[in-house]
Every structure is written in structure tokens, then in C-alpha cells.
């Protein structure tokens, strides 16, 4: 499991008189786009000018192309030309990676002041955003920008705090990121009673010894 996950995020302008095509009756046809790429997808109200709508396109970044494709067929004509309006064109890109950091490592993100922080943000051109929220042991980092920067930052980010792609082992010594193995909890169970119980004497359990005087008296 990587620390480490990323989500692409298209916007294009559409003309108005083929949005129709990508919403279809009902909002039936999103509908469908959306459960065949997996991706999320926003159709503006408001016109943005020349005669267009903004198209949003959300999720992985497998699940972005995906749906990319399916509304260039809705919206080519069958025309050979290179028109722009025959296809969804991302006239702005915009990818983010969210990262998690060991909570008692975020300090060495932030630095004082939040001088460090502005230096990766400098010197790789992406945003970083640090969650206030935290499960306890991880503080979420979100990076956006292109593609190019976010790999930056992200480079930046794993030399501060000495990351690996793979997660590191929580406190206690335990991987969350791997299955738990109960057959394996099971046996090392019972070699533990074995050890800790198995080296001491059996209990006796004649707790009780009557007086011969009460022994003969008969029922």
C-alpha cells in the first residue's frame, strides 16, 4: 500500500448546445458515464462565455481518462476536422496527491513559522495543504498543482521526513498496511499460554478435607 494517492481533476469548456449529449434525458447519460469510468462529473448551470458550459471531470486518474473518452464519442460529429468543439479538450489541468505523514514527524513539514512549508511550495511550484484532522497516528498533506510539481514536492517532502513508498509500521511494532493473519495470532496464542502456563505445577483441586468425625456419619 503506498503512502501516497492520486486524484486528477479536467475542466473543459463545452459548447451549450452539445451538453445535452453528456447529460441525456433524466441525467440519464452522466449517470451511465459516470458508472462506466468510475469518475465523478460536473456539467456547470452557468454559461462561462462563448457560448460554452464547464465540464468537470473527477478521480483517478485512470477513471478521468476514461470518462474523457467516452464523452469525446458523445460529442464528436463524425467530422475528420480538428474542431475543438468536436472533442473535450481540458483547457486547464489540475492533478492532487494526498500524503500521509506520521504525526511527530509533520513539524519537520511545517517548520517554523511555516518556513519550510513555503519552501517546498517555492521551490516546486505546487500548494500544500497540511489537515488539521488526524486518526491518531497521521496527518493527511494534500499537494496540487501539475503533474511535474506535485512530483516535486513530493520528492521534497520524502527527503524531510525520510519516507518511503511503502508505508512505515505504525506504533507497537504492527503494519496496518499488510492483512491480518488470524491463523497465525491463533498459534502464536497458544504457544503463549503454553510458555507461561505449561512450566507450573497442575492445580489441586481437593480444596475440600473433611474431619473424619463428619466422613463416618451416615447420610
Do not use: M
Amino acid at each position: 500500500k503506498q503512502w501516497y494517492q492520486r486524484r486528477v481533476a479536467i475542466t473543459a469548456g463545452v459548447p451549450e448546445r452539445k451538453v445535452g449529449r453528456i447529460i441525456g434525458k433524466g441525467g440519464c447519460t452522466i449517470r451511465e458515464l459516470q458508472d462506466d469510468s468510475g469518475a465523478h462529473i460536473d456539467v456547470s448551470r452557468d454559461s462561462i462565455g462563448n457560448e460554452e458550459k464547464e465540464v468537470t471531470i473527477k478521480g483517478s486518474a485512470e477513471a478521468v481518462a476514461k470518462a474523457k473518452d467516452l464523452i469525446n464519442e458523445l460529442l464528436d460529429d463524425g467530422s475528420n476536422n480538428n474542431n475543438s468543439s468536436n472533442k473535450f479538450d481540458n483547457n486547464s489541468f489540475e492533478a492532487s496527491e494526498t500524503v500521509r505523514v506520521p504525526e511527530n514527524k509533520i513539524g519537520r513539514v511545517i517548520g517554523r513559522g511555516g518556513s519550510q512549508i513555503q519552501e517546498i511550495q517555492d521551490e516546486s511550484g505546487a500548494k500544500v495543504d497540511i489537515s488539521r484532522d488526524s486518526d491518531g497516528y497521521d496527518k493527511v498533506i494534500t499537494i496540487s498543482g501539475s503533474p511535474a510539481a506535485i512530483a516535486k514536492a513530493k520528492d521534497l517532502i520524502t527527503d524531510i521526513v525520510g519516507l518511503s513508498n511503502e508505508r512505515a509500521p505504525r506504533p507497537g511494532g504492527i503494519d496496518y498496511s499488510k492483512p491480518i493473519d488470524w491463523g497465525e495470532i491463533a498459534a502464536n496464542e497458544v504457544k503463549y499460554r503454553h510458555d507461561r502456563w505449561g512450566v507450573l505445577p497442575p492445580v489441586e483441586k481437593d480444596f475440600y478435607r473433611e474431619p473424619p468425625e463428619i466422613a463416618r456419619l451416615s447420610p
